[in-house]
């Protein structure tokens, strides 16, 4: 199973760009990278998921380099809203059992 | 939002008493799962099924069993509650999907939460 590694907490100002970035060295082939959102006393909730290059939604980007062992989610022009724990998550789901490992997560505090 | 409900949304309890902690969904997706979260260490899981009758452990499974009589509903039980299990607990659902595509991946549906105090 791939573990993760982000940063612990990030703090940006309200405007800016945000990048979250996530270390999974040990992924496999077919993991996917998916990132979560969560708000205090809320469920997390899904934001994006990428398998390689770049991924773009409503919300955010995801950048994944060619080797995969890194991901970057970019916030754009956050808003004080934003303030939450990101999760980088690593795996491939469902293929006949699952098993997600959620790390610590990062805190993102955004300031007025 | 996915139709997940947790319940109950609070309880408090005593040491050695049992628990029973209820999630049921209206997605009817195949997947469910429960998850234990602590301060300092993210979301852990607990168990998951994969189908009626069908579950299986996961990183932190010792002192809880679970059970899915039906489609809908995922319980998790605390044999006898000890205060190391304080926690909150989420449940969270995901549709089974076709693996012929790489282009998308399953997402993960979580509820509300269930604040469990054990004293």
């Known amino acids: 199973l791939a573990k993760t590694t982000q940063p612990i907490s990030m703090d940006s100002y309200e405007g800016q760009e945000v990048n979250i970035t996530c270390s999974h060295n040990?992924?496999?082939?077919?993991?996917?990278i998916t990132w979560y959102q969560q708000f205090p006393s809320q469920g997390p909730r899904f934001i994006i998921q990428g398998y390689k290059t770049k991924v773009t939604n409503e919300v955010a980007s995801l950048f994944i380099p060619a080797d995969r062992k890194s991901s970057t989610l970019s916030l754009p022009r956050v808003s004080l809203s934003d303030t939450a724990v990101y999760y980088c998550l690593v795996g491939d789901l469902p293929a006949g059992g699952f098993k997600t490992i959620f790390g610590a997560g990062t805190r993102l505090f955004v300031k007025a | 939002d996915a139709g997940i409900t947790q319940s109950p949304r609070h309880k408090v309890t005593e040491t050695g008493t049992p628990v029973t902690l209820r999630c049921h969904q209206t997605e009817n997706h195949r997947y469910m799962y429960w998850y234990r979260q602590d301060p300092g260490h993210g979301l852990r899981l607990i168990h998951y099924?994969?189908?009626?009758?069908?579950?299986d452990k996961g990183e932190v499974s010792d002192g809880y069993s679970v059970s899915r009589s039906k489609t809908e509903d995922f319980l998790l039980t605390l044999e006898s509650a000890t205060s190391s299990q304080t926690s909150v607990y989420f449940c969270?659902?995901?549709?089974?999907?076709?693996?012929?595509?790489?282009?998308?991946?399953?997402?993960?549906?979580f509820g509300s939460g269930t604040q469990l105090s054990v004293l």
């Open positions: 099924s994969y189908g009626v009758k069908d579950t």
């Open positions: 040990n992924i496999a082939t077919n993991d996917y």
């Open positions: 969270a659902i995901s549709e089974s999907r076709d693996r012929g595509s790489i282009a998308t991946n399953e997402k993960l549906f």
